[in-house]
């Protein structure tokens, strides 16, 4: 089974729309991390939101937040006021365990195109 | 504050070579965890270091080989390349490990290019 699910292989938003990107996570290990990236055209993995699994409440960072349900294994990316630099592909991660192990799975990733 | 540095970030190589690549992480930063991306397969984790010491190994070839510094930074090697070792190798640090999950940062990446 997959361990990291990203159903939506590319999505068309209009700028400054709100949109959600979804993942899916499987792990039987009570303690974990989910990771969203963004990678733009040019290759660098650019960090955006960090969801423990043991937080109460839905990570945010600026225009990004997390939509953790954790009962549905779920970790859904919503993009808010999307801008014409959102445009690029967006990975979800999953990191299982807590001690020594910084292993990232991560989903086959989502392509974002934001249009004008 | 710097973040991570991969050199170099783009190579040409030949069939049967070898490679080395470059990882300085972000300072403080004591974890490096190597990635392969590719159309094909998509990110697959290599390997990961931790105070000189490999903690961690995906399903690689013995043919992929690293190691990490005492500062920290991190290379990693792979010999008599594939056409299929062709791929974008990208490097993550992390601050903290063993005190529950942390950020993970990556650098730029190096595109191999094996012809």
């Known amino acids: 089974a997959q361990k990291i699910t990203q159903t939506q292989p590319g999505m068309f938003v209009q700028e400054k729309e709100a949109v959600t990107l979804d993942c899916t996570y499987d792990t039987s290990d009570p303690s974990y991390g989910l990771f969203w990236y963004k990678q733009p055209s040019s290759g660098e993995m650019i960090f955006l939101i960090y969801?423990?699994?043991?937080?109460?409440q839905n990570a945010t960072e600026g225009r990004y937040s997390l939509n953790f349900q954790k009962a549905r294994k779920s970790a859904n990316l919503v993009i808010s006021a999307s801008q014409l630099g959102d445009s690029a592909m967006y990975f979800c991660a999953m990191r299982e365990g807590s001690f020594g192990n910084e292993k990232l799975t991560f989903g086959t990733g989502t392509r974002l195109t934001i249009i004008p | 504050k710097a973040g991570v540095t991969q050199t170099p970030r783009y190579l040409i190589k030949t069939r049967g070579q070898q490679v080395t690549l470059s990882c300085s992480p972000i300072?403080?930063?004591?974890?490096v965890s190597w990635y392969q991306q590719t159309p094909g397969q998509g990110l697959q984790f290599l390997f990961e270091?931790?105070?000189?010491?490999?903690?961690n190994k995906g399903n690689f070839p013995g043919r992929f080989s690293g190691r990490q510094f005492s500062n920290s930074r991190s290379e990693m090697n792979v010999s008599t390349l594939e056409l299929g070792d062709s791929a974008l190798y990208l490097c993550?640090?992390?601050?903290?490990?063993?005190?529950?999950?942390?950020?993970?940062?990556f650098g730029q990446g190096t595109r191999l290019t094996v012809v």
């Open positions: 300072s403080g930063h004591r974890s």
């Open positions: 969801q423990g699994s043991y937080d109460q």
């Open positions: 993550a640090s992390s601050l903290k490990t063993g005190e529950g999950n942390t950020e993970a940062f």
């Open positions: 270091y931790f105070s000189e010491t490999q903690r």
